[in-house]
């Protein structure tokens, strides 16, 4: 059981466990008594896996994912692009800073570009500029899809002054299960800054 890369450590790990099951456990580990959740999970296991092997059939049986509402992170490559997410960060940065008295008169005054700098940083590494061609080609999904959707927004519990409130997420809410999980991972807000900062926060459930 893991949340974002703790789920595709999950996987990574059960895929060992099953791979050394026949050769060194003799094969005590089957599809009773070793089950994967993840909640998050970016998708780490070859596409088709599921059908070219007998562990990634055994894995398919076992494995259970959750995304909740527009959480990008299990998206990348199958449902979401790097321009997509380029949009989705500036955004969030541009409202952040927002959030910030002064900040922005600051950035323009001193040419600081404090934006810019922050997107080079994400994105203009080698190993990001082609990460979502990577993942399509690569990595698909395994196992069972369900989407968790709120019913409320979240609720202040705790107030420490301006701007200092506390949220939890409320219980209530929907589990939909998804058959296809292509069309799960390519849900998702057609203008992608609209509910940045939302998105976002969707990932820590």
Same mark, same amino acid.
């Not at 993840?38 to 070859?46: D, K, W």
């Not at 690569?138 to 420490?160: C, R």
């Not at 203008?191 to 939302?198: C, P, Q, V």
């Given at each position: ?89 500036? &955004? *969030? %940065? ?8 002064? !900040?922005?008169?600051? @950035?323009?005054?001193?040419? #600081? ?50 701007? &200092? *409130? %506390? ?8 589990? !939909?299960?998804?058959? @296809?999980?292509?069309?799960? #991972? ?20």
């Amino acid at each position: 059981c893991g949340h974002s890369l703790g789920g595709g450590y999950s996987l990574l790990s059960a895929t060992h466990i099953l791979a050394e099951n026949k050769k060194k456990l003799n094969g005590y580990f089957n599809e009773k008594n070793l089950k994967i959740v993840t909640f998050g999970a970016p998708l780490v296991l070859e596409k088709d896996i599921d059908k070219t092997t007998e562990t990634g059939k055994l894995l398919n049986l076992i494995t259970t994912n959750f995304i909740n509402q527009f959480d990008i992170v299990p998206r990348i490559g199958e449902g979401i692009s790097l321009e997509y997410m380029k949009k989705l960060t500036e &955004k *969030s %940065v541009d409202d952040s800073m927002r959030k910030v008295w002064g !900040l922005k008169q600051v @950035d323009s005054m001193f040419n #600081l570009n404090i934006q810019g700098k922050i997107q080079n940083s994400l994105f203009e590494r080698d190993d990001i500029k082609n990460i979502d061609k990577v993942q399509k080609e690569i990595y698909g999904a395994v196992g069972s899809y369900y989407l968790l959707m709120n019913k409320y927004k979240p609720m202040e519990v705790i107030n420490y002054g301006k701007k &200092k *409130s %506390v949220y939890v997420r409320q219980l209530q809410g929907m589990c !939909l299960s998804m058959p @296809d999980p292509q069309k799960l #991972l390519a849900l998702l807000p057609k203008r992608s800054g609209l509910f940045a900062n939302h998105m976002l926060f969707d990932h820590f459930m």
